[in-house]
Structures are given as C-alpha cells and as structure tokens.
C-alpha cells in the first residue's frame, strides 16, 4: 500500500487538478505579460520516510548541541557556562586557584577523596565568608559597608572616630534626623548607642541580634535594618493612629474653660488619653500618683480592679514613692566614703534613734515623704548612722518613716542595716540606742535570746563580740527631767560597802541664787532658764550637762567647807 501511494505520488499528473479556491493564471493563447510565471516547488517533506529521516537528524543534532553546552573540560569552561545559568536561591560562584586544583583532582579521584575534597571546599569558602563578614577597626568596618546596601534612608559617615549612621525624613517641608546608629572602639570591642527621636533605644530590643557590642559586618546590617522598622512602625502610629485623638483631646481641654467646676474630670480625661499614646513609657502627673497612691492604700482589690479599666500606676511603682531607704543608692554612696578610711577607722557601732516629725505628707521630686509602708502617716522617722570608734567619720545610713515602733520593726531594720555595713567592709562591734521600752526588748528578745547580755556574739563571725549599749547621752538627759520634776533623786548603793543617798534639786536653785548678782562665779554654767524650762527643752543635754558639771560640783564642795549653805554638799555632792 506504500509502495502504491509512494508510486502514484512520485509520478506525473496526467491532468491537472485544481483546488476549489485557485484561479487560472496561465494563458498560452495570450500575450506573455498576462500570464503570471511561477516556480515549481520543490519539498523534501513529500513523503513520511522522509519526514521521519528528517524529524530523527534534528533531533540527534540537538541532542549532540545539548550534550556539549552541558560537558565541561575545564573549571573556567563551567564558570562561564555557569554565568549564564540562573543558580539555585541564595548560592553565589567564585574562581579561587586552590578551588581549582582541587576539582580538578576530584574527576580523578574515588568517592571518599571527592567527599574528603568537598568538605575542604566548604571549609574554604566557610572562611572566606567569615573574613569578609568581620572587622579589626572602626575604618576598615566603614570600607566593608561602601560595598553593602544599606537599609533605606540611611547614610554613613566617619565623624572623628566614631561611625555614624543616620535617617532622615521630610517633615513640613524640613529635613529632620529621625534616627541614628554610632559605633565606637572601647577596649577593642565596638559599641553601638542606638537613638530615635532624641531618645535612646534599648539595647533589649536588640537581643535577638546581639549584645552591648557587635563583631560583624552582618550585625550592624541587621541592627540598622531592626531600627528602620521601629521607626517605620513609630511614624505610622504616630501620623496616622494619634491624629485624630490629638484633636479630640483639644476639644475635651476646651471644656475646662467652660466647665471649671469639673475641670477635675476633664484633666483626668484628658491625661488618660493622651496616656494612650505613650502606653509603653508612660508619665504620671502629681495628681494621678498621689489620687492611685490614696485608692491603693484604702483597698488594694478595688485597686486592681479600677486599674482593668483605667491607665493607672503599677503596685510596684507606688510602692518605690514610699520607699524609704534605697539600697543600691546607700552602697554606692558608702563604698565611696569607706574607701578614704583607714583601717582602724572601719571599726563601727550602729547608732539607732527615733526622732519625731510632723504628722503631715508631701510629694516631691517624683516620691513620697511622710508615709509609712503601709499607707498611714508617719510620726516619727527611724534613724539609722554609723560611726567610727576609733575616728571621726559618722554618716547617716537610713531613715524609715514609722507610725508605730516595736522590737520586731527595729530588728529588721537594724538586720538591714547591719548587711550593708558588713558588705561594704565595716566591722560592726557595738549597736547604740537608747533606752526605750521598744529598744530594750529588742537587746533583750532579739540579740540576748531572752536576756540581756554585756556582749554576744556577731552575726558574720569576725571574732569581735557586739555589744548592746544603752546611750549614755539619753540616760543622762532621763536623770535631769526626772531630777527636775521630782525635785529629789534617790540613788541607791550599787556595791557592797557604798550609801545611798538623796540629791535635792533645791539645793542647786539655792547656789543659783546665791551667785546670782556675783562677778565671779563658781558654778558659771548654771543659768536663769534652767529652773523654768518647758517640756521639751527638759530633755536638752545642754541643759543636763550644765547641772552635771564639774563646777557645779566644785560650789557645793566649797560651799559645804566654808559653811555657808547648810547640808547642800552633803545631800548633791
């Protein structure tokens, strides 16, 4: 049937046939010119044989074109058919000489040397990334970045020895530094201070990154790519979210003038929406801090629950206001002091005292005055000092605002005081006080066990005892108030062998009066005031001293030897 169709095909047509859309363009009884000449058309393709000769030599020479664009003879001949390729995501090519050799061992090699030879490969280019990722100095860190892209809007400069990067924007038609980046050498170790909007950025918000410090070339890449989105992510906030909450707290502020009988309110709303748009570092006026101070200490829970609905301060903040004694502050302050001391002059006693203040509470330079721990208003403040027993140095070292005082509230108050003086390097031999009931059951229940004891053992085991002292000043002046009240002082015989005897007050007014209009006195230190003294100037140590005094003794003995006051010397000397 081929032979058949191939036959018919290949021989001459006896007659023509035309297809149905020809028309005649030849004429042999007309004139050449009418007659349009054409060439016989020659095919290759008459027949399938041929088509498929044809079809089958095409696609060798393709297959034979593919083959020798996909060989290679030499590592140059693939690098530059490789320019010419698109690589896989994220893969680069270079020509290193050593790199060279080693594929060209590897077309004769075996597979452990070609895997040996690979992990080479890698190993080298591992390092030569990790050489071009890092830096020695600020300059050479600055020519590294001349061939990086740097996020968008950023600049960079050398200014003296700091690198310095910065982002500007136009705002109303004005240039405006919106953030920079500055990278420095301390200690051979670069640091990096991060701003935005005049304000520094935390180095937390870089965590994710690295520290305080950075020692690549992709670090500082990504911290300026971080701090681009933050400044990104502030402007949108800031011009297009607070716009229109600007314009309503105008409108609302408005309403004071109007309104000044509830211009309370207003502010209180007017400072919790503009609270909303500083969220994460807000600022408490006076007012809101002492009004959530007052709530919190009257009802915590009503407390908690008000703060679900309202911007108001954290518990813990509130809580610093009233702080009364700031560790970190004490430590630094006396580690400073300390260190201009000699070493006898480290050996200390702890002098506590209650002082009494005025029953009133102010607020001032962002914290409380005049409160206790527990919200009510102090009475008296707790005073804590140290001072040196074989120097001059003295220092205060807390002050607690108290409203009611007992052993356990000095206790651990004195346990305070007493590890900050150790760890700083004092040593404590000795605690002062006077002799309030508080404070003796404190010698007694706290440090005697039970008892009261001349010394006991230190708590930090430095071999030095530590002894309760009762304050001889206090003692003193409680001799001269109760002298002067009752008049007389019974004084009973402390050892075996000794009198007692009664001291008269009188006697003394009677000296008094007697060198009263005399130009030379002996008892000089005793004065008109001291026999009508009011209740507080009772306990001035002036005013004991002046009755306890070497020459008020020195009159009555003289007086008793020239028999001039009858049985004063007797009775008070």
Do not use: W
């Amino acid at each position: 049937l081929n032979r058949r169709r191939i036959k018919r095909h290949t021989q001459k047509l006896q007659n023509r046939y035309l297809k149905p859309e020809a028309y005649p363009t030849q004429f042999p009884n007309l004139t050449s010119y009418l007659s349009i000449s054409t060439n016989k058309r020659e095919t290759l393709r008459s027949s399938a044989n041929i088509r498929r000769e044809i079809d089958s030599t095409v696609i060798e020479m393709r297959n034979e074109c593919f083959l020798n664009e996909d060989n290679f003879s030499s590592i140059y001949e693939l690098y530059n058919k490789l320019e010419k390729q698109t690589l896989p995501s994220g893969y680069i090519h270079f020509m290193h000489e050593y790199i060279t050799e080693y594929y060209n061992m590897l077309i004769r090699s075996s597979a452990n040397i070609r895997r040996e030879i690979d992990s080479t490969v890698i190993e080298m280019r591992n390092e030569c990334f990790l050489n071009e990722d890092t830096f020695s100095s600020i300059y050479e860190l600055y020519n590294k970045l001349e061939k990086q892209t740097l996020p968008s809007g950023y600049i960079h400069f050398m200014h003296e020895v700091n690198l310095v990067f910065a982002k500007h924007i136009l705002q109303n038609g004005m240039i405006h530094v919106k953030s920079f980046l500055v990278l420095h050498s301390d200690n051979d170790e670069f640091v990096f201070k991060a701003v935005i909007d005049n304000k520094d950025v935390a180095y937390s918000k870089f965590s994710h990154i690295c520290g305080k410090t950075v020692c690549k070339v992709t670090q500082v890449l990504n911290i300026l790519a971080h701090l681009s989105y933050l400044v990104d992510s502030r402007l949108e906030s800031t011009d297009m979210e607070f716009s229109e909450l600007d314009n309503v707290i105008k409108c609302i502020s408005d309403f004071a003038t109007i309104y000044p009988q509830h211009s309370e309110m207003i502010n209180f709303t007017t400072e919790q929406l503009n609270l909303i748009k500083s969220i994460s570092n807000p600022r408490y006026s006076s007012d809101m801090l002492s009004l959530s101070y007052l709530i919190y200490v009257q009802s915590p829970n009503t407390y908690d629950l008000l703060k679900e609905v309202f911007f108001l301060p954290s518990v813990r903040y509130l809580k610093m206001l009233t702080q009364p004694i700031r560790n970190g502050d004490v430590r630094s302050y006396l580690k400073k002091r300390i260190e201009n001391l000699k070493e006898m002059e480290k050996y200390c006693i702890i002098i506590g005292d209650e002082v009494a203040t005025d029953k009133n509470c102010e607020y001032s330079n962002g914290k409380y005055h005049g409160l206790t721990e527990s919200g009510t208003v102090a009475t008296s403040m707790m005073v804590f000092m140290v001072s040196s027993v074989c120097g001059k140095f003295r220092d205060v070292v807390s002050m607690t605002p108290m409203h009611k005082l007992n052993a356990n509230i000095i206790n651990s108050l004195f346990q305070d005081v007493y590890e900050i003086l150790s760890n700083i390097g004092f040593i404590v031999i000795g605690v002062s006080m006077d002799n309030l009931a508080a404070n003796r059951r404190f010698y007694e229940k706290h440090l005697g066990g039970g008892f009261l004891h001349h010394s006991i053992e230190n708590f930090n085991g430095n071999g030095f005892p530590l002894y309760p002292l009762i304050d001889f000043t206090h003692i003193l002046k409680n001799i001269f108030n109760c002298f002067q009240r009752k008049y007389e002082f019974h004084c009973p015989s402390f050892y075996p062998g000794s009198h007692s005897f009664c001291a008269v007050f009188a006697h003394i007014h009677q000296i008094f009066e007697f060198e009263r209009n005399k130009n030379l006195k002996i008892a000089h230190k005793l004065k008109e005031k001291l026999f009508h003294l009011s209740s507080i100037e009772r306990v001035s140590v002036k005013h004991a001293l002046s009755v306890f005094c070497e020459s008020t003794l020195t009159a009555l003995k003289f007086y008793e030897l020239q028999k001039i006051l009858i049985s004063v010397a007797q009775s008070n000397s």
